[in-house]
């Protein structure tokens, strides 16, 4: 990690995806820990602009995951965020199985939050689910990986493309047609159901062409 080594110790790797991968830090000689996104250059440069835009807006708000500083080298980028040791709220439903109706109250309210703010702000965060929202370490929620948010989005019908996770991407979505910040409430729901129930309320199995006829087709099955 050029550059850096000097600014950082590196702990471990937090993540890995198409963008790069994700790494815990800490400042030498104090107890700062931090997440590193690195990010390839190659064929990115559009995108990293525009998730640098979008994490400092959401700088503003308490929701959402809060960027430090950027650094880059030759070859890569670096956003330096803050690191949330709660975990992600994909964890807990897996190690409780649903969670109780208070929690499922509160974790909605913080999310209701800071997607208001973001479609306040003219961005659409299209991959909201349970692993891309975290918690603290005082149990708050922070909505996290803008690299596939949109800014810009100032119409119900103003963006397209099939983006983000196959069983919490809404109908428009998966169709194929205009879309605006309506298919963020769709993934809020599915996350939701999980929390509540430890399942989305359509189908919830390996078979895509399943899922996709389920979202599209089918009424939600909600369980008592």
């Not at 100032?154 to 979505?173: L, Q």
């Not at 205009?178 to 359509?202: H, I, N, Q």
Request: glycine content about 8%; proline content about 4%; aromatic content about 8%.
């Amino acid at each position: 990690m050029p550059g850096l080594t000097s600014a950082f110790n590196i702990h471990q790797v937090l993540g890995r995806g198409a963008f790069g991968k994700v790494v815990l830090a800490s400042v030498p000689g104090s107890n700062i820990n931090v997440a590193v996104k690195m990010i390839s250059k190659r064929d990115n440069e559009d995108t990293i602009l525009r998730e640098r835009r979008i994490l400092l807006a959401a700088r503003h708000c308490p929701f959402l995951c809060h960027l430090y500083a950027a650094h880059q080298s030759q070859h890569r980028v670096y956003f330096i965020t803050e690191y949330l040791s709660g975990g992600s709220l994909e964890d807990l439903i897996r190690m409780c199985g649903c969670l109780n109706i208070g929690n499922v109250r509160f974790y909605t309210a913080e999310m209701v939050c800071g997607l208001q703010f973001l479609h306040g702000h003219n961005i659409v965060h299209r991959d909201i689910k349970p692993d891309n929202i975290m918690l603290d370490a005082d149990g708050h929620i922070r909505i996290i990986d803008l690299g596939l948010a949109q800014d810009g989005v100032s119409s119900p019908k103003n963006i397209s493309g099939v983006t983000g996770t196959f069983h919490y991407m809404a109908p428009e979505v998966h169709r194929r047609k205009r879309y605006g910040a309506a298919v963020d409430w769709w993934s809020l729901g599915m996350v939701v159901s999980r929390m509540a129930a430890g399942r989305t309320p359509f189908y919830n199995g390996p078979v895509k062409q399943m899922a996709f006829k389920a979202i599209i087709n089918e009424k939600p099955k909600f369980p008592s």
